[in-house]
């Protein structure tokens, strides 16, 4: 009879420790999973913020490219417009027979170049704040 009982003590200590060790393989299975879980959110985070970098950098470049386009588009019209009046202003005096005429000034070759000048450096920096806002980041 004290066999029968230690028997049966020792079949229920086993089936409590193949519960006991179910639990825990589940319980480690449940922190596995979360653990996952929260990886793959984090990851979904990170992608989610890096997309939306992604695309302000883009609206950036594009913006400056834009910009870019303008300036040279503005400088370009800038140096016609100063060769046109630097034509223009040769062109009109003309030594009249038998008076003195000065040739023209030199003034007015040197506001058509500056203006040339001006519009060339606005489109030098402008280019040159796109390709360090475009290449090296913000």
């Known amino acids: 009879m004290d066999r029968e009982l230690r028997h049966e003590q020792d079949a229920r200590d086993r089936k409590q420790r193949a519960m006991d060790l179910e639990?825990?393989?589940?319980?480690r299975f449940d922190v596995r999973e979360s653990r996952l879980f929260d990886q793959f959110r984090d990851y979904l985070d990170i992608t989610?913020?890096?997309l939306k970098d992604a695309v302000l950098v883009r609206?950036?470049?594009a913006r400056?490219?834009?910009q870019l386009k303008h300036s040279e588009e503005n400088a370009a019209a800038a140096a016609a417009a100063a060769a046109e009046r630097s034509r223009v202003?040769?062109?009109v005096i003309?030594?009249?027979t038998g008076t003195s005429i000065e040739p023209a000034q030199p003034a007015h070759s040197f506001i058509a170049l500056s203006?040339?000048?001006d519009a060339c450096y606005q489109s030098y920096v402008w280019y040159n704040c796109a390709e360090k806002l475009f290449f090296n980041g913000k």
């Open 23 to 27: 639990i825990e393989r589940e319980r």
């Open 48 to 50: 989610r913020s890096d």
């Open 59 to 61: 609206e950036r470049a």
């Open 64 to 66: 400056l490219q834009l």
């Open 89 to 91: 202003a040769h062109d």
């Open 94 to 96: 003309q030594p009249i």
């Open 115 to 117: 203006d040339v000048v």
